[in-house]
């Protein structure tokens, strides 16, 4: 018995190294996949959510298909994805590199800057709807007539509403990234291109800029992937309207499942969003390259 | 490891959208400690009135707790489906009858009341005798009548009317003639909380029925083919739209809520000249207008006829009252919590009085006096009138049909609403849901 305890300790941590990962795993299987599966399975059956369940084969999924709704649907989860991302990559990239700088001034702001990630979808999308109201919000209230348009009551500026205020919550968390992405631009390239007389315009889109190429890829996947997954700002903004001008893939399946007591055709969508997030997840890591582990810094 | 980091940042970030739709609904207070749970609508003043029912009843019963749980209308509708499905119902069911009792009661989640109705006569004999269709599926009872009768109500604001020198109007060609007059003041014709979409439904609802009767929607009801094609149906259709492309609706009226009340501010803010509405506006424009209503500057009146029209104006649509249900899945303890708080507990002479004084008219019989003595007599007088007097008191669209069918109608109103789609496109939407 002695053996055992005379055995070197060093060995212990990396037996037990797996078994860390366990509670994460539980979880995820919990709440990920398991109802991943259900979803699946419920895809292929009729029920209100209420009765029983009644196996029905592929009705569901047809009736999804020839909705002329998901295409719909999926265009509108497309141009919030493109236009949110169009807009909030630049100015995190910009907000970004401004914050990484070393003087205090820049450090206040950066924690300005941060507050919106702190507020609730929820909190956030009742605030800019009580502000954006047509009758009494901030532009009636004010008197100011370019504020008082009816926001959220028209397709197109319902529509530009959703991406301003998405943009509005996430460019923080984004710029946050990049701050950290430019931080780590080794000091030399900078040294050595003042050197040869780049001037900071030239800097910024010769090294900082390609040298955040793979935290561009990280920011841009998270804003791609999230975006497929908007649904509480939205929900509470404009409930997908005015008609279904915002009505992105995941209200469209809350809708068909709590509203309309449809749960087999919005498993068929939930699914579908599954898909999607998958596809748009392996895209990104192929733009990313092959090397994309590889290091960008000295001597890459 | 088979899955890949990639495959696993996919699921995670894709992943809880479909895990919210296989999880929810299993929060909530359910089958607690022993008592029995109610869930209900917040909002005042009709939430004290229930809640002071709930109070009343408990301490009168220490060993026999109702613990009772409030929430949002619009939000309810979803929450109350959620947590059946899931069998986390709340002991007491509060709801609106009608279609969506059905659903419950084909799944056998709620309990059959008949016998027990037989057995209380009495409970059955103090209620209005057309507060039970709602409650009724095929003949057997699912539900407790309870609070109010809630016809809808057209209301105006007598200060804007004598303002712009017109007259309420006393048929569909008045309103399309008074529009024009109020938009060049600058005052909306008539204040909408569109975005919560049964508020347009409620306009449907009145011009279906003036221009076809109520047949036209009875046969909506009863499954019949291409019921929404109807000749009468298309021109009430073809009257919303043209009074929307008239500017009837306030400006914005598409992201207006009912649930944040700002229709009704329209109203006593002078803003809007009119409002169709719940018999319910009457108490939170009383609560919220300060003294709009006080000092009688709150009218009020049916919706007028449409010229030509089949339907009788005395026809009205809206809430015969709500409903209470129990489920089935509640233990025999808390049925029996439940049935006797029916019994003892709601619509006591306390809880009728603050009905009326919130100017709502209580579904129990014999209270025309009450009535007549109380504050605002003249719009509980009316509405009591309305509601007894109606040939056909129709129940609302959305509480009648399927919560699918009822779906695809709201979806549909919005789009009306918004011009995207045409009265026939719109027939034509509404059509492949009947009977679903």
């Known amino acids: ?300 | 490891m088979a899955l890949s980091r990639r495959t696993l940042l996919g699921l995670a970030a894709a992943v809880p959208a479909s895990a919210a739709l296989a999880a929810c609904g299993s929060s909530g207070p359910g089958k607690s400690n022993g008592g029995a749970s109610y869930w209900y609508l917040n909002g005042q003043p009709q939430e004290g009135v229930r809640a002071g029912a709930v109070d009343a009843y408990n301490k009168a019963h220490p060993k026999a707790q109702i613990e009772d749980t409030t929430f949002e209308n619009d939000a309810y509708k979803t929450k109350i489906k959620t947590a059946i499905g899931a069998g986390k119902a709340p002991t007491i069911i509060w709801g609106w009858g009608g279609g969506t009792l059905r659903t419950y009661a084909e799944a056998g989640q709620v309990e059959d009341l008949t016998s027990w109705f037989d057995e209380h006569a009495d409970v059955k004999k103090g209620l209005f005798p057309s507060s039970f269709g709602a409650a009724t599926v095929d003949g057997k009872i699912y539900a407790m009548p309870v609070e109010v009768v809630q016809p809808i109500i057209l209301y105006y604001n007598k200060k804007v009317f004598d303002k712009v020198g017109v007259k309420p109007p006393e048929s569909w060609d008045d309103i399309m003639a008074l529009v024009p007059k109020f938009n060049a003041k600058g005052i909306a014709p008539f204040a909408l909380g569109g975005q919560s979409r049964w508020t347009n439904m409620m306009w449907l609802e009145f011009l279906f029925d003036r221009i076809g009767g109520p047949e036209v929607f009875q046969a909506v009801i009863e499954g019949e083919k291409n019921a929404w094609s109807n000749p009468a149906a298309i021109d009430a259709l073809t009257k919303v739209q043209e009074l929307v492309k008239a500017d009837g609706f306030i400006k914005g009226f598409s992201s207006i809520t009912a649930d944040s009340n700002s229709d009704q501010a329209l109203l006593y803010t002078d803003r809007a000249a009119m409002m169709l509405h719940g018999a319910w506006s009457y108490g939170i424009q009383q609560a919220e207008g300060e003294d709009f209503v006080s000092s009688g500057s709150l009218g009020f009146m049916t919706f007028p006829p449409v010229e030509g029209g089949k339907g009788d104006p005395s026809n009205t649509v809206g809430n015969p009252a709500q409903y209470l249900s129990i489920s089935s899945k509640a233990s025999a303890e808390q049925k029996k919590i439940a049935k006797d708080f029916f019994a003892t507990g709601t619509l006591q002479d306390d809880e009728v009085k603050k009905w009326i004084a919130n100017g709502s008219v209580p579904i129990r019989l014999g209270i025309e006096k009450l009535l007549a003595d109380a504050k605002g007599a003249d719009f509980l007088q009316f509405t009591y009138d309305v509601a007894s007097k109606a040939k056909v008191f129709g129940q609302s669209w959305d509480q009648a049909l399927s919560p699918t069918a009822a779906e695809t109608l709201l979806d549909n109103i919005v789009k009306l609403f918004q011009m995207s789609v045409s009265p026939k496109q719109f027939a034509s939407n509404l059509n492949a849901v009947i009977g679903k």
């Open chain 1, 1 to 300: 018995m002695s053996s055992l305890t005379s055995r070197p300790p060093r060995r212990e941590p990396r037996s037990i190294l797996p078994w860390l990962a366990v509670p994460a795993l539980v979880l995820f299987v919990g709440f990920a996949v398991l109802p991943l599966i259900g979803a699946f399975a419920l895809s292929f059956t009729t029920w209100d959510g209420i009765g029983a369940i009644h196996p029905s084969g592929l009705t569901s999924w047809r009736e999804v298909l020839t909705d002329p709704g998901l295409p719909h649907a999926l265009w509108v989860t497309f141009l919030v994805m493109a236009v949110s991302w169009a807009v909030q990559t630049p100015l995190s990239i910009l907000l970004g590199t401004f914050m990484a700088g070393r003087q205090r001034y820049r450090a206040v702001l950066g924690v300005v800057y941060f507050v919106p990630l702190m507020l609730s979808s929820a909190a956030i999308a009742i605030a800019y709807k009580a502000l954006l109201d047509p009758n009494f919000g901030l532009g009636a209230g004010l008197k100011i007539d370019a504020l008082s348009k009816d926001w959220l009551g028209r397709p197109g500026l319902a529509f530009g509403v959703v991406v301003f205020v998405v943009s509005w919550q996430f460019v923080p968390f984004h710029s946050l990234i990049y701050q950290g992405g430019v931080q780590q631009i080794p000091k030399s390239l900078y040294e050595a291109a003042q050197l040869d007389g780049a001037g900071r315009i030239r800097q910024f889109f010769s090294i900082t800029l390609p040298q955040l190429k793979y935290t561009i890829i990280t920011s841009s996947t998270l804003m791609v992937v999230g975006s497929l997954t908007f649904f509480d700002l939205i929900f509470v903004l404009t409930e997908g309207g005015p008609g279904d001008a915002t009505r992105v893939l995941a209200l469209d399946m809350y809708k068909r499942g709590f509203q309309a007591s449809l749960m087999g055709p919005a498993s068929a969508i939930a699914v579908i969003l599954v898909l999607v997030g998958l596809a748009l997840a392996l895209l990104l890591r192929r733009l990313g390259g092959r090397d994309a582990g590889a290091s960008q810094l000295e001597g890459a």
